[in-house]
């Protein structure tokens, strides 16, 4: 499978963002999605990630209650909708999936997915 992230910008604090991750040569139905995101000088660390299958989902302590991950099966895409943005969210989002997916067991670490899209940078000005 082939993922197309995208919807990076600049923004303000306290301001929204959509990011969407489309998928291209497999249907997601059996896949496991997430994003991740790297500041500059740190390592990529975990930020939601969604269960094709039932919609299980599953977020960073950090983003928790303002980051909403959601999928579109027609469009076989997944979003991450971004609220009250802050300056330390700043980084560059990737999505990444990994497929026969039955439980998410490891959905927080990178390792455990197997494809991963080129990254959109996502830049939070105070």
């Known amino acids: 499978v082939q993922l197309q992230a995208s919807g990076g910008g600049l923004v303000q604090a306290g301001d929204s963002l959509t990011l969407s991750c489309a998928a291209s040569?497999?249907?997601?139905?059996?896949?496991?999605i997430a994003w991740f995101r790297q500041a500059p000088g740190k390592e990529r660390e975990f930020v939601a990630a969604?269960?094709?299958?039932?919609?299980?989902?599953y977020y960073a302590n950090s983003v928790t209650g303002r980051f909403t991950i959601s999928r579109d099966n027609a469009k076989n895409t997944a979003y991450l909708q971004m609220n009250s943005l802050k300056p330390e969210d700043t980084a560059v989002y990737y999505c990444?999936?990994?497929?026969?997916?039955?439980?998410?067991?490891?959905?927080?670490?990178?390792?455990?997915?197997?494809?991963w899209g080129q990254g959109t940078l996502v830049t939070v000005s105070s």
């Open positions: 969604i269960i094709w299958s039932g919609g299980s989902t």
């Open positions: 990444a999936a990994r497929s026969k997916v039955v439980s998410g067991a490891y959905y927080d670490t990178p390792s455990w997915y197997g494809y």
């Open positions: 040569g497999r249907t997601l139905s059996s896949y496991a």
